[in-house]
């Protein structure tokens, strides 16, 4: 997450845009808070709670620290879900984007 963080400031700074397609699946999904991001409509969206690589274990104050920032990246109505129910699951929860670019979530690839 830390690297997706750094990549998106530097693409933030640049003004360059972030074409997304396919699947977009666990700190992908904070391409939401760049405002140079994309959304192909067939592009799928998976959320779900952090977890340290190699499956490190990880205190409560981390967990808190990692899925604030992640959902700082998210549109109001995700980041509620996300820090209400998807955060404490492993397994993904799924949106396709074009329902995220139907609420005005996310912007479509081709659209200014």
Same mark, same amino acid.
């Given at each position: 997450?830390?690297? @997706?963080?750094?990549? +998106?400031? *530097? $693409?933030?700074?640049?003004? &360059?845009?972030?074409?997304?397609?396919?699947?977009?699946?666990?700190?992908?999904?904070?391409y $939401?808070?760049?405002? *140079? %991001?994309? /959304?192909?409509?067939? %592009?799928? $969206?998976?959320?779900?709670g952090?977890? =340290?690589? /190699?499956? =490190?274990?990880? *205190?409560?104050? &981390?967990?808190?620290? +990692?899925? &604030?920032?992640?959902?700082?990246?998210?549109?109001?109505?995700?980041?509620? &879900?996300?820090?209400?129910?998807?955060?404490?699951?492993?397994?993904?929860? @799924? +949106?396709?984007?074009? @329902? $995220?670019? %139907? @609420?005005?979530?996310?912007?479509?690839?081709? *659209?200014?």
């Open positions: 997450m830390a690297l @997706r963080v750094i990549e +998106i400031g *530097t $693409l933030e700074a640049r003004r &360059q845009e972030k074409r997304v397609s396919g699947e977009c699946l666990s700190a992908c999904t904070m $939401l808070g760049l405002s *140079t %991001a994309c /959304f192909e409509h067939d %592009a799928v $969206l998976g959320f779900h952090p977890r =340290l690589a /190699f499956d =490190l274990p990880m *205190t409560g104050m &981390q967990f808190e620290a +990692i899925t &604030q920032t992640m959902a700082s990246y998210y549109p109001p109505r995700i980041a509620r &879900q996300f820090l209400e129910e998807w955060r404490h699951s492993c397994s993904f929860h @799924r +949106i396709p984007a074009s @329902r $995220l670019i %139907a @609420r005005g979530e996310a912007r479509a690839c081709g *659209t200014d």
